[in-house]
């Protein structure tokens, strides 16, 4: 058994740390914020330059043949950077969803797109206050000829604004609870019958919620049927990349809080050499020790194919439950200073709620585990 | 990254699994079933281990030359894995986890060749006397003297906390040769081969759970060979730092922790749920015992990147983040015990708690050891060094890293 990256791995997350140290520190991503624009197109290319937006695709169409594992060792490099380029979501979900559609004329062409860094994709997935699970997509695809045409809302869609395609799961039979009767269905962000309303999240990414208002989709733009089995393999994937972005952030936040614990004096000593916060840092590291350990095991399983859905809830809940808990301790540990919008930690914050809120929150998944044996 | 276990640990694992569904006797089985500590009833767990020992698997850790099993850290994990399906006792640790390592390390190539064969047999059993009354968490504030007169030295004071004393013949102990200076550096480390010197007294002391599993020992002007002594007089602090990273990490601990919370699973299913229905299907219950074996299993995944050699093994914090995780799991996982057994919890039953008692439980097994098995388990936070001293441990840690 081992637990660590290749040495190919290891190269292009140190060259991904290059250049977010050179380019992308907090000041840098702060003046993005307080700009126009969604993301940094400039850092987008970067992405594509140094091989991040090719690595999990096939050779075919100009990827590097990996996997969502490699993934895992650059996405922990873009949480601790607060990178609010839709990167993870145009990957493992939009380009994820093409990939599996093999042989399939426009998915082939968008994903070389998409790899080349000429356009994003996005992955309208969640409804109305959130998906813990696919069977419990409701929104509608009618079956229409050899097409469908879609009606409904799907909401937090990241990238949906600056996308060039998107792919809509939704529902051609059944209804919400049941897995059967899902399809995913490849839509222009732009066709007729779509309403967006963008907004920037908490967390600085730019995402919108879709309105689909009679939106027909040609029977060629239908990329799977009884697609259940696929979206969860999608959204496993994206929960693992999310996951070691989540764990990137938690250990940028325990090295900060520590430098902060170890500089602020308060009635003439470092605040550190206070028990209550000295046992509070502790927790920290036991939380990041967790989250942490569990990462790396369930990217071990992914990688040689033996993670289960049950793996998964763990890992989501756990990397949730604990970045929320380093998080505020992060907050609380810097007093004053770490309410305000100047200091990274509170950012960091909103980076880790908003992992914990997408794809069920810890409270779903715990009780998923509680309520079946291993 | 590499997870595969392999087919020829699955031939292992049948190997062991195939022993240990026959070897173990009855009254063996019983006291696995009754076992509410780290420490399992003594007679019993003494004789699994000489039969372990016959098979030349009583200690899978230690190096083959000194009777170890040669084992790889996975077939260590699959051997306790297995052991804990089965509900079978633990082997006591003082003998195999904390003196016999420690001897393999440091001791002279006598103490080696005396002690590691009585050791691995279980002929010997060894308490630890290192806390004092007055030196609990602040252990180098010791104060147990020994004074040197020729080829002895001659012992005076107190050691509390000795675990399994009354059943012990052999005893490691810290004591104080030297009060001048830095109190770290004038203790010495000694191996006593009695428990019953002239001058030695041993009390039991009931613990909250009814039974006497700790001790008190008294010394009067007892005189014990100095060539007992492991290390240099006066360094004996550096050997029991040695020792307690034995204590404190690099166990497999995590099988029992799921193990019990499969019996937590199982006991819930003929529990009613007082909204009516099974307690396995309330789902209050189903969440608080998803997030309670969902941290178990994060646990698990840190002893797995543990025992494979990842270099988080090498942080000064990880004895202390490992004792600290695993004593503040085995306490919740205590407490859902008896939040199962509910009301069942209230009834004592120390006879029927005996390995071989012909009192029967007043209900199921599982609610016969939940309340006994919480009140023990109050302790693993306090031993080994509070799990204040180990915060403290792991916090220097995170700061140091910025100085």
Redesign the interface.
């Known amino acids: 058994?081992?637990?660590?990256?290749t040495e190919e791995q290891t190269m292009l997350r140190d060259s991904v740390a290059r250049y977010l140290d050179k380019t992308y520190d907090f000041d840098a991503r702060q003046a993005l914020l307080r700009s126009e624009a969604p993301y940094s197109k400039a850092a987008w290319s970067q992405f594509a330059e140094l091989g991040v937006l090719a690595l999990p695709f096939p050779e075919d169409v100009g990827g590097l043949g990996g996997s969502v594992?490699d993934l895992v060792p650059v996405a922990e490099v873009f949480g601790a950077h607060l990178t609010v380029e839709p990167w993870a979501f145009a990957l493992t979900l939009a380009g994820g969803a093409l990939t599996a559609a093999g042989n399939h004329a426009a998915a082939r062409k968008h994903l070389a797109d998409l790899v080349s860094g000429t356009r994003i994709g996005a992955f309208a997935y969640d409804e109305h206050r959130g998906i813990a699970a696919p069977a419990q997509i409701a929104m509608t695809a009618t079956p229409s000829g050899d097409g469908f045409v879609l009606n409904g809302e799907k909401r937090l869609v990241f990238g949906a604004a600056e996308a060039g395609f998107m792919v809509v799961a939704a529902r051609a039979a059944g209804q919400a609870g049941d897995a059967q009767g899902l399809v995913l269905l490849l839509v222009d962000p732009r066709a007729a019958g779509i309403t967006m309303t963008p907004f920037r999240t908490q967390d600085g990414r730019s995402a919108a919620h879709v309105r689909f208002d009679k939106v027909g989709v040609a029977g060629a733009d239908v990329l799977a049927k009884d697609a259940h089995d696929l979206i969860a393999k999608l959204i496993s994937d994206a929960i693992l990349v999310l996951a070691a972005e989540a764990v990137g952030a938690m250990t940028a936040l325990?090295?900060i809080?520590?430098?902060y614990?170890?500089?602020r004096k308060q009635f003439g000593v470092?605040i550190?050499t206070f028990?209550t916060v000295?046992?509070r840092?502790?927790?920290?590291?036991?939380a990041h020790?967790?989250?942490?350990?569990?990462l790396?095991?369930?990217?071990?399983?992914a990688?040689?194919g033996?993670l289960t859905a049950r793996d998964v809830?763990?890992l989501k809940?756990?990397v949730g439950?604990m970045g929320r808990s380093i998080a505020e301790a992060a907050v609380q540990t810097h007093g004053g200073v770490g309410m305000t919008d100047e200091l990274s930690v509170g950012h960091y914050l909103k980076r880790v709620l908003a992992f914990e809120a997408m794809f069920g929150a810890?409270?779903y998944?715990?009780?998923?585990?509680?309520?079946s044996?291993? | 990254?590499?997870?595969?276990?392999g087919p020829e640990l699955e031939s292992f694992r049948q190997e062991v699994a195939a022993f240990l569904d026959t070897a173990p006797t009855p009254a063996i089985r019983e006291a696995g079933r009754k076992t509410t500590s780290v420490f399992a009833p003594f007679e019993q767990a003494i004789a699994w281990q000489k039969i372990l020992n016959a098979k030349g698997w009583a200690a899978p850790a230690w190096p083959k030359e000194y009777g170890g099993t040669g084992w790889s850290v996975?077939q260590r994990y699959i051997f306790a894995e297995e052991c804990r399906r089965r509900q079978l006792p633990p082997l006591l640790p003082n003998c195999l986890q904390m003196v016999g390592p420690m001897l393999i390390d440091l001791g002279t190539e006598e103490q080696k060749r005396k002690h590691l064969p009585l050791i691995l047999s279980g002929d010997v059993y060894w308490t630890q006397g290192y806390s004092e009354p007055n030196a609990g968490s602040d252990l180098a504030s010791l104060q147990c003297a020994a004074v040197s007169d020729g080829d002895d030295y001659i012992i005076n004071g107190s050691k509390i906390w000795t675990t399994l004393a009354h059943h012990s013949n052999r005893m490691f102990m810290l004591v104080r040769t030297d009060k001048t200076g830095k109190k770290q550096e004038g203790i010495t480390f000694l191996l006593l081969e009695r428990t019953d010197y002239p001058g030695m007294d041993i009390r039991p002391i009931i613990g909250l759970d009814g039974f006497p599993e700790q001790c008190e020992v008294f010394f009067d002007n007892v005189r014990v060979p100095k060539s007992g002594r492991v290390g240099a007089e006066n360094d004996g602090w550096s050997v029991a730092k040695h020792l307690l990273k034995h204590e404190r990490g690099g166990s497999a601990a995590s099988p029992a922790l799921?193990h019990n919370i499969?019996r937590i699973?199982d006991a819930a299913k003929t529990t009613l749920s007082p909204f009516g229905g099974a307690l396995a299907?309330d789902?209050v219950?189903?969440?608080?015992?998803?997030?309670l074996?969902?941290?178990i299993?994060?646990?698990r995944?840190?002893e797995?990147?543990a025992?494979?050699?990842?270099p988080?093994v090498r942080d000064a914090?990880y004895p202390s983040?490992n004792k600290?995780?695993n004593s503040e799991l085995s306490q919740r996982v205590s407490i859902m015990m008896t939040r199962v057994s509910g009301v069942e919890t209230v009834p004592l039953q120390l006879e029927a708690l005996t390995v071989g008692s012909n009192v029967a439980p007043l209900g199921t097994d599982f609610d016969l050891i939940a309340m006994p098995y919480y009140l023990n388990t109050r302790a693993t936070s306090i031993y080994a060094g509070t799990n204040?001293v180990?915060?403290?441990l792991?916090?220097?840690?995170?700061?140091a890293?910025?100085?």
């Open positions: 058994m081992d637990f660590l990256f594992t325990l090295r809080t520590g430098a614990a170890t500089t470092a550190g028990q000295a046992h840092l502790a927790d920290m590291k036991i020790a967790k989250a942490y350990a569990s790396m095991y369930s990217t071990a399983l990688e040689a033996r809830s763990v809940a756990q439950k810890p409270d998944h715990f009780r998923k585990i509680g309520s044996a291993a | 990254m590499n997870i595969e276990f996975e799921l499969a699973r299907d789902p219950f189903q969440r608080d015992l998803g997030e074996e969902a941290d299993l994060s646990y995944h840190f797995q990147l025992i494979s050699g990842h988080m914090a983040m600290t995780m204040e180990q915060r403290d792991i916090a220097r840690t995170v700061l890293a910025n100085r």
